[in-house]
Every structure is written in structure tokens, then in C-alpha cells.
């Protein structure tokens, strides 16, 4: 075999189709929250070919991946029995509408398993065709809820900074990362951030309990600034991902459940990410956080990211008054998407849920995911860590010049060289602002952890030697 052959057989493609695949992309290509200053001059990382932990770029390289495809790879890369799950789907019946009273079997199957998966009365399911639409979908529900009971002025919803809720325009009016506010003028006369939970590694002087009684404080004065009357729901990542993996004080989550239900605000909990075993559970809202929102969010990880899906679990009580009131004259529920449930994706999410029931993937992370964040919280001897922060497998490192911190120009730069050497490290994190973010397949062992800690060790030792 020779070299070429040897790399194709990988994932890698030979030079003239690398050079061509690259020479497209740079023409053609707009990528999903690219850099515009690079537009037209990009040179991307094509990967070509994936395997258990790892993937491969068109050059042949392997990495293992720490960024979990996007927090969503969670049973690892060529798992057949999804594949197959998928093809003979395709086969059977790759698609028809959802749309009205028409079904289909894999969709059907999954609604069923997710009602059982989900917390206390959450037995309703609206697919959706990934988070954002999810997001929105819960939103649209929120509303027609309270308008059915006859309060059509509960419109408001409260989210917080830091948040990510997607980049449709009301997910991305919900997100509350300040760096993402650029140029586009999203809605906010009626989306209200409160306060993010997370907070500067370097402040010790406030304790959790007093952060906690901040945040509470801060959440009922914005009840009462707007208006209970005037609030259909609260929208909360039960950790905050994308914004920086901000793991909220202990006590946050039943504060925020108790005093949404006293105002009758709708709770609905974001679990794209935290969902399906990020955190040891199918849903950490009650089995993590001791919680039961009004509706859960979940996309990613309910396919393992073989193919793109989402849902929103609805309360019976929540469904039960839509049905109640339907409106005789246009009872339809206006909302849903040409691929909502598709039958291929849910057959996808079948398989996959079998699958992590068998291997036991939830008890998987529960074992390796203390020991994930103890190698990580090693790195902190490093003087260009701030912090490690995260929760089982989810977690990033915040990286400082020292001296110096939040995301600062110079920060940021540490950050991506830190990302540079991880890549050349063959180890694959995810830079964002001054953080390298972390969420691993779940399948990872300890031997896969130990290559990320040694590899992030590396990269940050070299990035410090740089500063010198
Ligand atoms: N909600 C959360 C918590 C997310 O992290 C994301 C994506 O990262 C979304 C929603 C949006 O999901 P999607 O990109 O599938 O629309």
C-alpha cells in the first residue's frame, strides 16, 4: 500500500482532491458562524472519516475528538447498528409529512420512549428538526398556553446572559453571549437576561449561598418589574454550554423551579446539551438537578448526531388545556417543520437509545466523569489556567495572560494558540473567546482521557513558553 493509499484508506483524500475540496469550500462556502474576516480565504479542517473516539481529516490525521462532533457525538463515531437502523428506514419509507393526523412508525416508537425517559407528567412530544426549533417550538406552546387560559398578555419570556439557545431569530434573541450581539438588532422588548450564574474563578469574597441570594433577588425584582401577569415563561439551560459550561450555585435550579411556579410561569428547561447522558442521565433536570419543568428541550445527543433532530416534551397539564380550548373555529396548532420527526432520524434515535440502555452509557459518565474533571482541574497549575470548570463531561478551561482576565483581546488569542497546539497535539477542543471547551464522546475511557489531559498539558506549556 502505498502512503496515499494508506491515508485514503483513513479518511485522508490524496493531494489533488484535498487541494480541490479545499479550493470549493473557500469559494463556496459560508460556514455556519464563520469568521468573516476570513471569508474567501478559509482554510478548513475537512473531516473525512471518523472511528470510535477519533476522526480524520482529508490529510489523513487522526484526532480524538474532545468536541464530541458538537456536544452531540455521544456514542461514538461508526456505531452500526444506527447506521443500519437508518438504511433500513430509508428503504422502508424515507419520508412522508408529518404535517395534521398523518404518523409515522419510528416517530411514534420515539415519542413513546421519550415520555418514559422524561420526567413527572412530561408525556407530550412536538418533534422539531434540531434545538433552535425546538427552542422556538416550547416558546409557541408557552404562548398559546397562556393565551388559551385566556391571558394572551403573558408574552414576555426570561432568559440570561451567557445563555445559547440557538441562532433562529427568537433562539438567538434568547442567547444572551454578549460576543454573538453583533450587528443584528434581536428581539428585546419582550425577551428579557437576567442575570447569568456564572461567575469570575478569581472572586472568592462572595460565597455560593450569598451568589445564589443575588441571583434569586435579582430574578424576583425582574418578576416584578415586568410583571408576572405579563410573563409566559423561563427559559434555562441547566448548565449554561455554549456561554462557557457555568455550572449554577447548588440550591439555583429548585429556587428558580419554586418561583416560576408560584407566578405561574412556564419552566422550560434546555437540555440540547445536558440531555441524553451529558450528565449521567437521559435528562438531568430531576435526575441531576431535582427538578420537573413544564417542557424539556432536546436535540443533539437524542441521535448521537447521525442525523439532525430535536424535540420539545410537553406537561399533560400544558397539552391537556391546549386540547381543552381549542379554539372551534381554528383549533389547529400552528406550528411544525417539513422534517419534524423524520422517520429516518428517529429510527437514528431508536437505535441510539437502545443502545446507550445496553452499554449503559449514563453509568458509563457517572463512573469516568469525576475523573474527566479531576485530570482537567490538574491543568490549573498551569499559570495561563484561570479555571477549569464543568460537570461529568462537559467542562472548559479558561485561559489568562497573567494577570489578566475575562476575554480579553490577548486572553483570547492564549486561548486559540492553546487550541493550535491541541490540534497539532492531534486532540481536538473547541476555542471560544479565552475558553477551550470541552464535551468528549460518552464512550470515552480513562486511557482517552488520560491522551486529552496530556495533550491540553502540552498545549498550554508551549502557549505559556510563547509568552516568555
Ligand atoms: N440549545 C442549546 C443549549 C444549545 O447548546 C444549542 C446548540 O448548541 C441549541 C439550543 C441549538 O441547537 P441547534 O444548533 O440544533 O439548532
Redesign the pocket.
Known amino acids: 500500500m502505498t502512503a496515499q493509499q494508506h491515508s485514503a484508506s483513513r479518511g485522508g483524500r490524496d493531494d489533488a482532491v484535498h487541494g480541490r475540496l479545499l479550493a470549493d469550500d473557500t469559494r463556496h462556502v459560508l460556514h455556519p458562524w464563520a469568521d468573516l474576516s476570513t471569508l474567501g480565504k478559509q482554510d478548513p479542517l475537512v473531516i473525512t472519516g471518523a472511528e470510535g473516539v477519533e476522526v480524520v481529516d482529508s490529510r489523513g490525521r487522526r484526532y480524538l475528538d474532545a468536541i464530541g462532533g458538537?456536544?452531540c457525538v455521544t456514542v461514538g463515531y461508526g456505531r452500526e447498528e444506527i447506521v443500519e437502523a437508518m438504511a433500513a428506514q430509508a428503504r422502508a419509507m424515507p419520508y412522508f409529512t408529518p404535517f395534521g393526523d398523518v404518523a409515522n412508525e419510528p416517530a411514534i416508537e420515539l415519542a413513546a420512549q421519550l415520555a418514559a425517559l422524561a420526567p413527572g407528567d412530561l408525556n407530550r412530544v412536538h418533534f422539531t428538526t434540531?434545538?433552535?426549533?425546538?427552542?422556538e417550538s416550547a416558546v409557541r406552546v408557552a404562548h398559546l398556553y397562556h393565551a388559551a387560559l385566556g391571558r394572551p398578555g403573558r408574552r414576555h419570556v426570561l432568559s440570561r446572559t451567557d445563555a445559547?439557545?440557538?441562532?433562529t431569530y427568537l433562539?438567538a434573541s434568547l442567547s444572551g453571549k454578549q460576543a454573538d450581539r453583533v450587528r443584528f438588532r434581536y428581539e428585546d422588548t419582550w425577551v428579557h437576561h437576567l442575570e447569568s450564574p456564572g461567575h469570575d474563578a478569581d472572586d472568592t469574597s462572595v460565597s455560593a449561598a450569598e451568589r445564589l441570594a443575588g441571583l434569586m433577588a435579582g430574578m424576583e425584582a425582574a418578576i416584578d418589574r415586568i410583571g408576572a401577569e405579563n410573563i409566559a415563561c423561563f427559559v434555562a439551560?441547566p448548565v449554561l454550554?455554549?456561554g462557557g459550561v457555568l455550572v449554577p450555585p447548588p440550591g439555583y435550579h429548585q429556587a428558580t423551579r419554586e418561583l416560576c411556579g408560584r407566578h405561574d410561569i412556564l419552566y422550560i428547561s434546555?437540555e440540547?446539551?445536558t440531555g441524553f447522558g451529558r450528565l449521567g442521565h437521559f435528562f438531568a433536570s430531576q435526575d441531576r438537578f431535582g427538578i420537573v419543568p413544564d417542557m424539556i428541550?432536546t436535540?443533539?445527543g437524542l441521535t448521537s448526531g447521525y442525523q439532525?433532530l430535536?424535540a420539545v416534551l410537553i406537561s399533560d397539564r400544558i397539552a391537556g388545556t391546549l386540547a381543552e380550548t381549542a379554539d372551534p373555529d381554528k383549533p389547529v396548532f400552528s406550528n411544525g417543520f417539513t422534517y419534524s420527526g423524520h422517520p429516518v432520524a428517529c429510527a437514528a434515535a431508536l437505535a441510539n437509545i437502545e443502545l446507550m440502555r445496553r452499554e449503559d452509557i449514563c453509568g458509563h459518565v457517572r463512573d469516568v466523569g469525576p475523573y474527566f474533571m479531576d485530570r482537567l482541574r490538574e491543568l490549573r497549575s498551569s499559570p495561563i489556567v484561570a479555571a477549569v470548570r464543568g460537570d461529568h463531561l462537559m467542562a472548559c478551561v479558561e485561559c489568562r495572560v497573567p494577570g489578566e482576565s475575562g476575554p480579553t483581546p490577548r486572553n483570547m488569542a492564549l486561548a486559540h494558540r492553546v487550541d493550535t497546539y491541541c490540534e497539532a497535539g492531534g486532540l481536538l477542543v473547541r476555542p471560544y473567546e479565552n475558553l477551550c471547551i470541552m464535551s468528549p464522546p460518552l464512550v470515552v475511557g480513562a486511557a482517552e482521557i488520560d491522551r486529552i489531559a496530556g495533550v491540553m498539558a502540552d498545549a498550554l506549556a508551549r502557549a505559556e513558553a510563547d509568552l516568555r
Open positions: 458538537m456536544w434540531g434545538g433552535s426549533t425546538a427552542v445559547y439557545h440557538g441562532s433562539a439551560e454550554a455554549s434546555d440540547v446539551v428541550t436535540a443533539k439532525p430535536g
